[in-house]
C-alpha cells in the first residue's frame, strides 16, 4: 500500500450523518485522488487535487467534499446527501502533472444504515 | 461515452499456463494505459503503463500490448502462479478525461 493510509479500513454510519474519511501520504506527492468503488464497477473518480487549496470535481463529486489544507492530507466527507453512500473507498497519490502511476491507500469500506 | 470494457467473467487456468486478459476502449483515444493489480479489500497496486505509440511493454513475466487499431490492450501472465491469483484493472488515461478504470477481470490460478 506504499505510503498511503487511509484510516479507519471499516466504518459504520447511520443514515443523514456526515463522515469524514482520512487520507494521509508521505510520498511527497502533490496530487491527491477520492475513488469509489462498487461491486462489479470500475474505480470513479470522486475528487482529485493537484496542489494544495486546490480541488476539482471528478465523475462523481455530488453528495461529497474534500479539503487540502496539507501537501499530505486529503480528507474526504461524506454527506448526508449522498444518496447511496455505502461503498468501498480509495485515495490515490501521484506525482503532479500527468498520472503516469498512482499510489492507492488500504481503502475504507463504509457502510451506512 | 467514453468507457473501458474488461471481461467482467472470472478466468481460470492452470498453474504454468498464460494468461490473458482484455481490455478494450471506446468512444475515446488514451494516451495510455495502465493494469493494476488488485487483492481482495486491498488498494490497487500499479503494474505496468504502455504509451500509445508502445506496441508492448515487458516486466519480468508480465507482457502488455497496446493495438490502437483494435482499440484494445492485452495483458499477459507467462508461467502463471497461485499468487498471480487477484483481480486486474485496466485504466486508461487522456488529457481530455483523465483516468478512466475498467471493473477488472478476476483471476484464478489453479495448482
Known amino acids: 500500500d506504499g505510503g498511503i493510509t487511509q484510516s479507519p479500513k471499516y466504518l459504520f454510519r447511520k443514515e443523514g450523518q456526515n463522515v469524514t474519511l482520512s487520507c494521509e501520504q508521505n510520498?511527497?506527492?502533490?496530487?491527491m485522488y477520492w475513488y469509489r468503488q462498487d461491486p462489479g464497477q470500475g474505480l470513479r473518480l470522486i475528487y482529485y487535487?493537484?496542489?494544495?487549496?486546490?480541488?476539482q470535481k471528478g465523475d462523481i463529486a455530488e453528495g461529497y467534499s474534500v479539503s487540502r489544507e496539507k501537501k499530505e492530507s486529503f480528507p474526504l466527507t461524506v454527506t448526508s446527501a449522498q444518496k447511496n453512500p455505502t461503498a468501498f473507498y480509495l485515495c490515490?497519490?501521484?506525482?503532479?502533472?500527468?498520472?503516469?502511476?498512482?499510489?492507492f491507500g488500504p481503502g475504507t469500506r463504509l457502510t451506512v444504515t | 461515452s467514453q468507457k473501458i470494457e474488461q471481461n467482467s467473467e472470472a478466468l481460470n487456468i492452470q498453474e504454468g499456463k498464460t494468461a490473458t486478459l482484455t481490455c478494450n476502449y471506446t468512444n475515446y483515444s488514451p494516451a495510455y494505459l495502465q493494469w493494476y493489480r488488485q487483492d481482495p479489500g486491498r488498494g490497487p497496486v500499479f503494474l505496468l503503463l504502455?504509451?500509445?505509440?508502445?506496441k508492448e511493454k515487458r516486466k519480468e513475466r508480465l507482457k502488455v500490448t497496446f493495438d490502437t487499431t483494435l482499440k484494445q490492450s492485452l495483458f499477459h501472465i507467462t508461467a502463471s502462479q497461485p499468487a498471480d491469483s487477484a483481480t486486474y484493472l485496466c485504466?486508461?488515461?487522456?488529457?481530455?478525461?483523465?483516468?478512466?478504470f475498467g471493473s477488472g477481470t478476476r483471476l484464478s490460478i489453479r495448482p
Open positions: 510520498l511527497n506527492h502533490d496530487a
Open positions: 504502455i504509451r500509445e505509440n508502445e
Open positions: 490515490a497519490s501521484s506525482i503532479a502533472g500527468i498520472p503516469y502511476e498512482q499510489y
Open positions: 487535487s493537484q496542489i494544495v487549496n486546490d480541488f
Open positions: 485504466a486508461g488515461y487522456s488529457s481530455a478525461s483523465k483516468i478512466i
